[in-house]
């Protein structure tokens, strides 16, 4: 029989080895308008739930706690500004399908298990519409468009085709583009082939993010940004979280902070700390525009998992703009160089002029680096770490559905309500231990690097 948390000899005080240290803009939200001054906590708080971390996982908690326990005092502290941590530096894609990044083809692992995991995802996807709809977030912003697989050889056709089978199998519509089609979507002859899936959602993921945060503000949660947590502690049948100018008091807390829960001791020497990399254009004129020609919205994620994603948004999302997204750095300390900026921005230049020769050289108003926590066997970690305390942790790369889904689970866990979303994590071994340093950086930077070289044109 497992052991209770509570039974366990841990430390009852957590002190934050580290805060999260960003590298570029975030620039989703850079393109949006402004946002209101930050409210920090300034004092003393007590609250019934406390929440580590506003994006995606810990807000859905709020939403999933508030929804739990009416009249409930939530509170939750967010390191920096909403939407410009990690959810606002991915690419905005809410996937519905199986999307294993260490699989050739995203295939998951066998028709039962990914019958499942739609399901949930889809528990996650249906939540988010849910508070688009109660909290009137601009429609714009959560546009269930679906995506296509691009395929730039005849070497990833063959896995787009691998993965359509795989689809069919499980009775999810999928279509075949050709290389027309691609160019008719996208404006590029750069693609031989398409794999169109309807049941993604497209994000402008900053967009979501602040107007979930406005709305639980509305609906009297307590949302505080520029408050990093320092640390915390067991005080008698409670918890206390520090921050620069205040405390609070809780009950109940959530770690929904990712990969900064081994900042926090936990789960020390199992958790893969990635960065991927990406580049936004400047707001394209008409005339880019007439030469570009395709479609105004768009998404195009590589049929090989380590290639390079596309997305072009318009006016409704931020402006007439492309979005190139490649490349990929293990960094066990979660600090990126600039250098390492630098290089990626390099390629995805390079990435760019090939798919769009009639706009070579416009230029890229923003390069960032946004943070991926991973497990090497692919779990995530959503459980009770200790008495009162619980995680809605490690995305495995896919921040946006997989987020949202632990931060419902942890809230419910939190709430003493059983469900299908906890059930599943609650099932899932430990993550697997990393070897020792220096040899999991070496060799998963040496891997990676091999994984992007064997994607080519992809």
């Known amino acids: 029989m497992p052991t209770r948390p509570s039974e366990r000899a841990l430390p009852r005080e957590h002190r934050a080895a580290r805060l999260p240290v960003q590298r570029g803009p975030a620039a989703w939200s850079a393109i949006l308008p402004g946002q209101p001054a930050p409210v920090g906590l300034d004092g003393d708080v007590t609250a019934d739930f406390a929440l580590v971390g506003g994006g995606f996982a810990g807000l859905s908690a709020a939403r999933r706690l508030a929804q739990l326990n009416p009249g409930a005092r939530i509170v939750v502290l967010e390191a920096g500004r909403l939407a410009e941590?990690?959810?606002?530096?991915?690419?905005?894609?809410?996937?519905?399908?199986?999307?294993?990044?260490?699989?050739?083809?995203y295939s998951g692992h066998g028709p039962e298990a990914d019958r499942a995991m739609i399901g949930l995802n889809r528990q996650a996807i249906a939540f988010a519409r849910e508070a688009v709809e109660r909290y009137d977030i601009?429609?714009?912003?959560?546009?269930p468009a679906g995506k296509v697989n691009g395929a730039a050889s005849e070497t990833a056709d063959a896995l787009n085709r691998s993965y359509a089978k795989h689809l069919t199998e499980l009775g999810e519509p999928n279509e075949r583009l050709d290389a027309q089609a691609m160019a008719d979507l996208t404006g590029s002859r750069h693609y031989v082939s398409g794999l169109y899936t309807p049941g993604t959602v497209m994000l402008q993921p900053a967009g979501y993010i602040r107007g979930l945060g406005k709305?639980?503000?509305r609906d009297g949660v307590m949302v505080f940004e520029s408050s990093p947590v320092s640390g915390m502690r067991r005080d008698g049948g409670s918890w206390e979280l520090a921050t620069p100018r205040g405390r609070v008091r809780?009950?109940?807390?959530?770690?929904a902070?990712?990969?900064?829960?081994?900042s926090f001791g936990f789960e020390q020497g199992r958790l893969m700390h990635v960065f991927l990399y990406a580049s936004m254009t400047v707001e394209l004129d008409a005339e880019a525009l007439r030469r570009l020609g395709g479609q105004p919205r768009w998404g195009v994620t590589p049929s090989d998992p380590m290639g390079t994603t596309m997305r072009r948004i318009d006016p409704g999302q931020g402006g007439n703009r492309i979005v190139t997204r490649t490349c990929a750095t293990f960094e066990p300390g979660m600090e990126p160089t600039e250098a390492t900026l630098r290089r990626t921005a390099a390629v995805h230049r390079e990435k760019f002029d090939e798919r769009f020769p009639a706009l070579k050289g416009v230029r890229m108003e923003h390069t960032w680096a946004g943070h991926l926590c991973l497990s090497r066997n692919g779990v995530s970690v959503m459980k009770e770490l200790d008495q009162g305390l619980?995680?809605?942790?490690?995305c495995n790369g896919l921040g946006t559905t997989r987020s949202t889904l632990t931060g419902i689970g942890a809230a419910e866990l939190a709430s003493g309500v059983e469900s299908d979303v906890t059930r599943h994590?609650?099932?899932?071994?430990?993550?697997?231990?990393?070897?020792p340093q220096p040899f999991s950086t070496l060799g998963a930077n040496a891997y990676l690097r091999w994984k992007e070289w064997r994607a080519g044109r992809e």
């Not at 601009?138 to 546009?143: G, I, L, P, S």
């Not at 994590?425 to 070897?435: D, G, I, N, R, S």
């Open 257 to 262: 902070n990712n990969g900064h829960l081994e």
């Open 390 to 394: 619980w995680s809605a942790c490690v």
């Open 138 to 143: 601009d429609r714009n912003f959560f546009d």
């Open 85 to 105: 941590g990690a959810s606002g530096r991915n690419s905005g894609f809410m996937i519905d399908l199986p999307h294993d990044l260490s699989s050739d083809d």
């Open 250 to 255: 809780a009950d109940r807390v959530i770690l």
């Open 215 to 217: 709305g639980l503000r």
């Open 425 to 435: 994590f609650l099932a899932e071994p430990e993550p697997t231990k990393l070897p």
